[in-house]
């Protein structure tokens, strides 16, 4: 069995509401079991689920990107790991991000960075979304399009900041949080199933 686990903040219910389609699509890969934690729960290294963490084959982290960058709560998770880093805790695990802001682009690239770096100094292995952008020709849908800002080292969403979370981040982004949940539980599953 392969254990993936989610960990993220959100402030306003908007990434929540992602965070729950990823793992929507990473539960529905046979043989995948998976935790969703709240960063929040993560604040300091002696206290929290960290031991979730360490039986996962896979992190994916998750937080909005408040003024081009992760919210201070995953910077607080982030920074509280470096106790796990100091015993090499989470080498060789699969590392993959998400975020969600009020814009398109939003630098939303600058957190999803944040989070490959967080990754890449843990020893983790990055995987990528690696689908194609769905808003780049003059037929594109762009209600129906995934993927439509194009990020490519993890998926990016857009929630309307005049809309509370029930109603936004949109169908097509939710759908697109779900077709990265289940890439990356299978790329787990596959790393996994190598190793064996």
Do not use: C
Not at 20 to 43: C, F, M, N, P, Y
Not at 92 to 98: L, Q, T
Not at 141 to 165: C, E, K, V, Y
């Amino acid at each position: 069995m392969t254990k993936l686990a989610i960990v993220y903040h959100s402030g306003y219910g908007h990434t929540a509401k992602v965070a729950e389609h990823v793992a929507k699509g990473a539960r529905g890969v046979t043989s995948v079991t998976l935790d969703v934690i709240k960063a929040d729960d993560l604040q300091a290294a002696e206290e929290g689920p960290w031991d979730t963490l360490a039986a996962a084959d896979g992190i994916i982290f998750g937080s909005p990107t408040y003024m081009g960058a992760s919210s201070s709560v995953f910077r607080k998770f982030a920074e509280a790991s470096s106790k796990v880093w100091m015993n090499g805790g989470w080498r060789d695990k699969i590392g993959a991000g998400f975020t969600n802001s009020g814009s398109l682009a939003g630098d939303k690239l600058n957190t999803l960075q944040e989070m490959m770096i967080l990754a890449g100094q843990h020893g983790m292995i990055w995987a990528n979304y690696g689908a194609f952008p769905g808003y780049n020709t003059s037929q594109s849908d762009f209600g129906a399009a995934w993927n439509r800002a194009g990020h490519m080292i993890g998926l990016g969403t857009q929630s309307l900041t005049d809309l509370p979370a029930d109603q936004t981040p949109d169908k097509a982004d939710l759908s697109t949080a779900e077709d990265f949940g289940q890439r990356i539980a299978e790329i787990t599953k596959r790393w996994v199933a190598g190793k064996a």
